[in-house]
């Protein structure tokens, strides 16, 4: 069974034995007694804005430039690692965001930013899910990178699950390659 879970809700599912595993942005912290961590990529961030906004037809954009825009976030409630990241940006700049809209998963920031509420961070692949309705922008110099990988439950594992966690890792580095 697949759910759309935050990446908070993943941990706790994964040191409660409610779930398997969870495919999350590395915890910026030790994941919690009980769980393990294993790095599968990553993905480098840039922003993501609709394709009428200024910076749609740029090569590249400045974090300053970038946390100059309005900014679509993540809700911080289950999403504690996007805003521990934001915090990381912040630092490298000193400029602080003006969040304007906020959305409880990728569907509804993207769709935010592509009814023109404001801009968003993120990865390229998030054009993969909107089409066209976003464009990305690299960001020059970049920020640091999400890093995603499986948390699991430390200790025996069914077959089932190894083999899952297998060809994730097959997918990930067949992925990794193709880049």
């Given amino acids: 069974?697949?759910?759309?879970?935050?990446?908070?809700?993943?941990?706790?599912?994964?040191?409660?034995?409610?779930?398997?595993?969870?495919?999350?942005?590395?915890?910026?912290?030790?994941?919690?007694?009980?769980?393990?961590?294993?790095t599968l990529f990553e993905l480098p961030v840039g922003i993501v804005v609709p394709p009428v906004h200024r910076f749609a037809g740029r090569r590249s954009v400045t974090l300053e430039?970038?946390?100059?825009?309005?900014?679509?976030?993540?809700?911080?409630?289950?999403?504690?690692?996007?805003?521990?990241?934001?915090?990381?940006?912040?630092?490298?700049?000193?400029?602080?965001?003006?969040?304007?809209?906020?959305?409880?998963g990728a569907t509804s920031v993207l769709v935010a930013v592509a009814s023109g509420?404001?801009?968003?961070?993120?990865p390229r692949e998030f054009v993969t899910v909107s089409g066209q309705r976003v464009k990305f922008v690299r960001l020059d110099p970049p920020p640091p990178a999400l890093v995603v990988g499986i948390a699991t439950c430390k200790g025996p594992r069914s077959a089932t699950l190894d083999t899952f966690l297998k060809a994730l890792r097959t997918a990930a580095k067949s992925a990794t390659a193709c880049k």
């Fill in 1 to 38: 069974v697949l759910l759309d879970l935050s990446r908070d809700a993943m941990l706790a599912g994964v040191a409660a034995r409610t779930l398997d595993a969870g495919l999350i942005v590395r915890p910026p912290a030790d994941p919690g007694a009980g769980v393990d961590f294993e």
């Fill in 65 to 104: 430039e970038a946390l100059a825009e309005p900014l679509v976030a993540f809700i911080r409630k289950g999403y504690s690692d996007y805003h521990l990241w934001l915090a990381e940006v912040v630092k490298l700049t000193g400029r602080k965001p003006r969040i304007v809209a906020q959305g409880d």
């Fill in 117 to 122: 509420q404001g801009i968003a961070f993120g």
